[in-house]
C-alpha cells in the first residue's frame, strides 16, 4: 500500500513485502539437553518489563504457563490458542482479531487492515513449523509477525513473547536469557529480522552450554 502526503506507510505491507525475501542464516543446531532452564528467561523479562502492576505480572505469567502447557502438548500455533492465552494476559472474558488499522511506536508505524488479513496470519503462523527453516529464523519470523501484524487492539508485544516462547519451547527450547531480544524492530527491516534470528541462535546456545557446564560442575 502506497501513502500519500501525510500517511503514514503500510507497516504490515512492507513486512509482507520482505518477509519471504529475508536471507534467514544456517543454524547448525545445539545438542539439547534434558532438563533445560525452567522458563526463567521468559519470567524474568516478564517481571522486570510489568513495572509496579504485581496484577498484570501475574496475568502474563499464568499466561506464559499455558503457552508452556499447549508447548509440551505440541499444538499447532493458531490465532485461537494466542487468544486463549491473550484473555488472560488483558484480564478479558473475549479478545478477538483487531477490527481498525493499529499504531505502534508512538504512532511511527501503522498496519493495515483488509478482508484477508487474519486468514493471511494464520497462513503466518502456520509456517512457526516449516520443517525446511531452522528453528532460530521460525521463531524470530513468528515473533516478527506478531509484531507487524499487531492482532489485538492491546497487548501485541507480550503477545509476541509468549509465541516465542511457544515455538521454542515446542521443540524443546527454553532459554535463560531474553534481555538482549528486547529492542525495537522495524517492518522494512530485512537485515534486522535475519540478525534477529542470528541472535535468538546464539542464546539458544548459550543456555544449553550454560546448563551443560552446570551439571558438570
Known amino acids: 500500500?502506497?501513502?500519500?502526503?501525510?500517511?503514514?506507510?503500510?507497516?504490515?505491507?512492507?513486512?509482507?513485502?520482505?518477509?519471504?525475501?529475508?536471507?534467514?542464516?544456517?543454524?547448525?543446531?545445539?545438542?539439547?539437553?534434558?532438563?533445560?532452564?525452567?522458563?526463567?528467561?521468559?519470567?524474568?523479562?516478564?517481571?522486570?518489563?510489568?513495572?509496579?502492576?504485581?496484577?498484570?505480572?501475574?496475568?502474563?505469567?499464568?499466561?506464559?504457563?499455558?503457552?508452556?502447557?499447549?508447548?509440551?502438548?505440541?499444538?499447532?500455533?493458531?490465532?485461537?490458542?494466542?487468544?486463549?492465552?491473550?484473555?488472560?494476559?488483558?484480564?478479558?472474558?473475549?479478545v478477538g482479531f483487531r477490527t481498525m488499522p493499529a499504531f505502534a511506536k508512538g504512532g511511527r508505524e501503522r498496519y493495515g487492515l483488509a478482508p484477508d488479513t487474519q486468514a493471511l496470519f494464520e497462513r503466518c503462523l502456520s509456517e512457526s513449523a516449516q520443517p525446511d527453516l531452522p528453528l532460530p529464523s521460525r521463531a524470530a519470523r513468528a515473533y516478527l509477525d506478531i509484531l507487524f501484524f499487531h492482532p489485538f487492539e492491546d497487548g501485541n508485544a507480550r503477545a509476541a513473547m509468549l509465541v516465542l516462547a511457544f515455538v521454542l519451547a515446542r521443540e524443546g527450547v527454553l532459554l535463560d536469557q531474553v534481555h538482549p531480544l528486547q529492542t525495537t524492530r522495524w517492518a522494512d527491516d530485512a537485515e534486522?529480522?535475519?540478525?534477529?534470528?542470528?541472535?535468538?541462535?546464539?542464546?539458544?546456545?548459550?543456555?544449553?552450554?550454560?546448563?551443560?557446564?552446570?551439571?558438570?560442575s
Open 192 to 216: 534486522g529480522a535475519a540478525d534477529l534470528a542470528v541472535l535468538l541462535g546464539i542464546l539458544i546456545t548459550a543456555a544449553e552450554r550454560r546448563l551443560s557446564h552446570g551439571r558438570q
Open 1 to 94: 500500500m502506497t501513502s500519500g502526503p501525510g500517511q503514514l506507510k503500510d507497516g504490515l505491507a512492507d513486512w509482507l513485502l520482505i518477509r519471504t525475501e529475508i536471507a534467514w542464516p544456517s543454524w547448525r543446531g545445539a545438542c539439547l539437553v534434558s532438563g533445560a532452564p525452567a522458563r526463567d528467561g521468559f519470567r524474568r523479562s516478564f517481571e522486570a518489563t510489568q513495572g509496579r502492576d504485581s496484577e498484570r505480572t501475574a496475568r502474563v505469567l499464568a499466561a506464559l504457563d499455558l503457552a508452556f502447557a499447549d508447548a509440551e502438548q505440541r499444538r499447532p500455533l493458531t490465532f485461537a490458542l494466542m487468544a486463549k492465552w491473550q484473555r488472560i494476559v488483558l484480564g478479558q472474558d473475549l
